[in-house]
């Protein structure tokens, strides 16, 4: 099977962020510009802190953040254009070209829309409720091994303004983009899928995830499908996560297809000319892959548990459909960063060996954690105590109470001696523990987080591991940094 590459595609010739290109790109929106006579902008940023002398400026607002106030300080700093929503009022020098729209987010969005039109690169959208992350990193070390340049997504930017400040950064050198696509409400998915206009998609696992908007479950896997018909209706790419069970009505639009121009990808069903399966080796560091163009390759896995297993085997098949070799991924993957806040495996000075995965938190998540926990412990020599230190986990919805005592099967089932909680929607997991009556450790909930790190800092000893875990709201890294100190 040959993978389909994208030799054929034609780049753009260094477009630019030209005065006439903006007035056009937003001539839809009504937005009033001024007339300019050869302008050119060296980049679009909405962070005045990010502006360069020539740059051009957007005032972004929402309900949580008004930009307007940073204005002068962007043209302090050198923009030479500027966009703000129409109410704006505050003087500007005349030497700055002023822009003025109804909705500067909207705005933001609409320039980011059509500056991706302008290139003609393979880009791949990394989407699911979690693992998109740690996949976007795997897929973007694997394919460095093939491009020259990549742009991807920084962080977690994967929103309403994350998105559009990564696609504004494209530039005539990149010859490939990845980026992350995350959803919090319905209807977000086709409004980002609108502007980045992936020609391949990763969709990584479907799970209970921003229940405030998305409700339910059957809600998120609905939203978060979207990227495979979107895929399928612009004759687009898809690597399919065969081990999900939300997305197996979507497997015969992989095994219809005879010319490999989409695959799944397992680590349990059999593979074939469409599946690629990995199956991980006794040590867990190691994984075999075979089905699709692998005939037996063997990987590192760079990082520990089952679900991070998936998250490579999800960002191998993808690199496959983007052109990359087998070899040429393995080479790449020698560049792998581990996210910061996810997956960090560390021993401190005394011995304590700790997994912190702090940056974000839903069921799955905490799930997975802890069988990584239970992965590093059984393969100890003499380990002592297992610890799990959890924040809360937000936007779980109205479901959130029985969301939060649902964990406890989870801890009892890998038997914790001690379970250290933080937050409000926590103090439900330790009502749910404490009148388990089989849970045999100890619980205890805490006010501050301060508190929680100095009872553990106290209490832990040499070959002790220790899980620290919550959304990022919750700032659990701080229990970390007071271990390190």
């Known amino acids: 099977m040959r993978p389909l590459l994208f030799e054929a595609m034609e780049k753009s010739k260094n477009p630019s962020f030209h005065h006439v290109w903006i007035r056009n790109a937003l001539l839809a929106l009504g937005v009033d510009s001024p007339p300019a006579q050869g302008e050119t902008y060296g980049a679009i ?12 400026f957007v005032a972004l607002k929402s309900e949580d953040w008004d930009g307007h106030p940073f204005v002068s300080k962007a043209i302090e700093a050198g923009a030479t254009g500027v966009l703000v929503q129409e109410e704006y009022s ?3 020098q005349e030497r700055v070209h002023v822009f003025r729209c109804k909705d500067s987010l909207q705005a933001y969005r609409r320039l980011a829309s059509e500056w991706r039109k302008e290139f003609s690169i393979p880009v791949a959208a990394v989407a699911g409720s979690v693992g998109k992350t740690t996949s976007k990193e795997l897929l973007a070390s694997m394919a460095t091994g093939h491009f020259k340049s990549i742009l ?3 962080k977690s930017e994967n929103g309403f303004v994350g998105i559009p400040k990564t696609l504004l950064q494209l530039r005539s050198h990149h010859d490939a983009a990845i980026i ?3 959803i919090d409400e319905v209807g977000a998915m ?3 899928l609108d502007i980045v206009a992936p020609t391949l998609g990763l969709l990584t696992a479907i799970s209970e995830e921003h229940l405030e908007r998305l409700k339910d479950i059957e809600t998120v896997a609905k939203e978060e499908a979207l990227i495979i018909k979107y895929l399928y209706k612009t004759n687009g790419q898809m690597a399919l996560n065969y081990d ?8 015969r639009w992989v095994e219809e297809r005879e010319d490999g121009r989409h695959l799944g990808f397992t680590l349990h069903e059999k593979p074939s000319d469409c599946i690629v399966r990995g199956r991980v080796g ?12 692998f005939k037996g390759e063997s990987y590192d896995l760079p990082l520990p548990g089952e679900h991070n297993a998936m998250n490579f085997m999800g960002a191998l098949t993808c690199a496959i459909l983007l052109g990359v070799t087998p070899t040429e991924a393995k080479n790449g993957l020698l560049a792998f960063k581990n996210p910061s806040g996810r997956n960090e495996v560390q021993t401190l000075p005394k011995g304590t060996h700790l997994l912190a995965d702090y940056y974000n938190a839903n069921p799955a998540s905490v799930r997975a954690a802890m069988a990584t926990l239970e992965e590093l412990f059984q393969k100890a020599n003499h380990p002592g105590k297992k610890w799990i230190c959890l924040g809360d986990m937000l936007e779980m919805g109205q479901d959130e109470e029985r969301i939060h005592r649902m964990l406890a099967p989870a801890i009892q089932a890998y038997a914790f001696d001690e379970v250290l909680l933080f937050g409000d929607r926590m103090k439900w997991l330790n009502q749910e523990l404490k009148k388990t009556k089989a849970f045999r450790g100890h619980v205890q909930h805490f006010e501050t987080r301060l508190q929680l790190a100095d ?3 106290t209490k832990l000893e040499a070959n002790d591991f220790v899980l620290i875990k919550g959304s990022r709201g919750m700032k659990m890294e701080e229990v970390l940094q007071k271990l390190q100190s």
């Open 282 to 293: 006794k040590d867990s560091k190691r994984i075999e892959v075979n089905g699709g163009p």
């Open 244 to 251: 999900e069970p939300y997305l197996v009505g979507y497997r």
């Open 45 to 56: 940023h909405s962070d005045s802190r990010a502006i360069q002398p020539g740059d051009f």
């Open 90 to 92: 505050d003087s500007i």
């Open 180 to 182: 992350e696509v995350g």
């Open 152 to 154: 991807k997504t920084e």
């Open 455 to 457: 009872y553990l800092k």
């Open 190 to 192: 086709t409004q980002h």
